[in-house]
């Protein structure tokens, strides 16, 4: 059963939890600013993402505040100098971006209650934060409010003008995740840090199309014992192996029942084996369904 949430019939700050709970984990960006005094403004945003990379494009949104009505310090100074850096959010800074988060006055700077540093940006006013990993130089194209109630955002649409990468986080001309480290921004106070054993990789078809699940006999398309994405490594092949370059499947496999049987090849799919886990199903199958 599924709970129906339909938006104006519950408080806008539990829908906001409920939206910001389920699209997630969201990246952030530590939006650096100026105001037309010259202060410095430093605030994270996780309704932010890339669009376009040519041109290069990066979107966030400044939300109205729930609780009154109000707009943030980094709204005003952009509306101003149509100018900003996004800032890349790593585990090794991810409890200072937390200090300033904070709604401190205008006229507080961000980047000395946080304890970071200050570095000069070479095409727009605002400072980079040395600390980040990666630095996003922008030009806001386009500001487009989506409401006028609490709760409702700004699209900052920004033009990237160049992009600071520390050498350490690069594996030749990549980004590697594991050492760039990056944190992602969950619901209530709860994050993930994207490195380690949460990152996995998948393969991504291009030209090269899946056989997809109806390619697939019916007891493994639709086996209780897998799970979708244990079947979806095997339709996720090109091409189906040919029987003859099959391995022959041992009698000690023969003489399993299903559910110890497919523990093996739940374990061939952990290592990779995904002909080897099609081969042997089939065979296993064909001699032990009921006739």
């Not at 040519?54 to 400044?62: A, E």
């Not at 006055?105 to 980040?132: H, I, M, R, W, Y």
Request: charged share 20%; proline share 6%.
């Amino acid at each position: 059963m599924k709970r129906l949430i339909t938006p104006g019939t519950i408080p806008t700050k539990d829908l906001h939890q409920y939206m910001i709970g389920a699209v997630s984990p969201r990246p952030i960006a530590f939006v650096s600013t100026v105001d037309e005094n010259g202060n410095d403004n430093l605030a994270p945003y996780s309704f932010f993402n890339a669009f376009s990379s040519n041109p290069p494009i990066v979107v966030f949104s400044s939300n109205r505040r729930v609780s009154n009505n109000t707009t943030k310090d980094t709204l005003h100074n952009i509306y101003i100098n149509k100018e900003l850096v996004v800032n890349m959010v790593n585990y090794n800074i991810v409890r200072q971006m937390s200090i300033a988060s904070a709604e401190y006055p205008s006229q507080v700077d961000e980047f000395t209650k946080s304890g970071l540093t200050k570095a000069s940006a070479s095409q727009v006013k605002a400072s980079l934060v040395a600390e980040s990993p990666v630095n996003m130089e922008c030009r806001v194209k386009e500001i487009i409010a989506l409401g006028d109630q609490g709760g409702a955002g700004h699209l900052i649409i920004c033009d990237v003008l160049c992009i600071h990468i520390d050498e350490n986080v690069l594996d030749g001309d990549r980004i590697d995740p594991h050492k760039i480290d990056l944190m992602g921004r969950m619901g209530r106070t709860y994050y993930v840090r994207a490195s380690g054993d949460a990152i996995s990789s998948i393969y991504q078809p291009v030209t090269d199309l899946p056989v997809g699940f109806d390619a697939l006999p019916d007891y493994i398309s639709h086996n209780h014992f897998l799970t979708g994405n244990e079947i979806a490594q095997i339709a996720g092949l090109n091409k189906l192996p040919e029987r003859d370059l099959w391995q022959p499947l041992p009698s000690s496999m023969l003489e399993l029942d299903e559910t110890s049987f497919c523990e093996v090849v739940k374990q061939w799919l952990k290592e990779n084996k995904v002909e080897d886990a099609y081969a042997g199903m089939v065979q296993y199958y064909e001699l032990k369904k009921p006739q």
